[in-house]
């Protein structure tokens, strides 16, 4: 963990120093490439030692897959060895050597590793194995037409910025990026003379950096209080468990679900900030006229926080995975692609007996809630008072829905997850 911590910090500088003496304007984009690329790999060993030669060895491998299978089956093999040794390493870490989960855990960076590969394996198979008319929209813009160099290739898997807590991005973009195109890209889509421009802006990501770096360290702070106060363990004390009233134990689960979120909101905005310190991440101007720097960002909080659906929590929390899932499975999935998007996101998580839990649960409450409100939503819309009423009952649903869906992802096994469903 204090690795970590150090290296994502060693980051937030580097990505700045990386935008301010080494942009598309100093630099080429192989010099720019090579940086991001030496920098990740030093990264990955300090953290992890000799357990990163797992990272390396994976990248090689479907190197020479996106090399040399053919263009309409080169998905198919990516995906498969990608996970197939994801999951190996998920097997040998936690039942074969024991591997301690927390001093040795390789196993984060091997997923975001994962998700980049089949990323752009699916999307080289949507540039030069399909036709335009066969792909969405999405599909059609993030369409990789080339394979690219070996450099290319490793700076994108193996960058400072995301090596260590992600996020997954598409590769058109990190190219865009790379080369100096990615800012210019988004800001192209506003007319800048109608609001009285003569010239393109320049924006600055550091006033979002600071933003994102206050919110990491409200989210440290809470880390080391609540979540430290309120363990997950207690829900299925036996002392708690008989002396406490039902809905008494349904207000304790909220509190310890929330004492659970601050780690992940710390990691994941610390990872979105370095990636905007470096300049990535611009994804346009909103309504307002405000320049966001939102393209990796990995949740919304105040919408995870006031979510009225299970689809709207799901969509607002680890974004860049729930993207991806969408990418590489239901939208390309032959049948129940619900059911098998939530399969994968449980065995890319791992194997742990409560991953399972938890996302086959998942299955089965986003089916209820999308029947629930298509049947009943309809009926609270006539007045203000009855949709301010829905709403209400459907934040109160929402979260302790959410609860009892992700407790045993927190718990792991299978004896305390039982006892707590119980």
Known sequence: QINFVACQLFALLAAFWFRIYLGPSHASSAVRHAFATLFGIYFAVFCFGWYSIHLFVLVMMNYGIMNMASIPNIHRYSFVVAMGYLTLCHISRIYIFHYGILTTDFSGPLMIITQKITTLACQLHDGIGRQAEELTAEQNRLA????????????????????????????????????GRHVHMKLLEVNWKQKGYDRLPDPSPTGAVMYKLCITLVSLILFLTLTKNFPMAYIIDNEFLDKTPF????????????????????????????????????????????FRWDLLSNLNIWNIETATSFKMYIENWNIQTAAWLKRVCYDRAPWYPTALTFILSALWHGIYPGYYFTFLTGMLITLAARAIRSNCRHYFLSSVPLKIVYDIVTWVVTQLAVCYTVAPFVMLAVEPTIKFYK
């Open 144 to 179: 990789v037409k080339t394979r690219p160099s070996l450099l290319e290739y490793l700076s994108y898997l193996l960058n400072f910025m995301s090596i260590i807590a992600g996020p997954c991005s598409n590769y058109k973009d990190y190219i865009a990026f790379i080369e």
């Open 247 to 290: 809905l008494s134990r349904l207000g304790y689960l909220y509190v310890v679900t929330q004492a659970a979120k601050p780690k992940y909101y710390f990691a994941w905005t610390l990872a979105d900030a370095v990636n905007n310190a470096a300049g990535y991440g611009f994804s346009g101007v909103d309504e307002r006229g405000t």
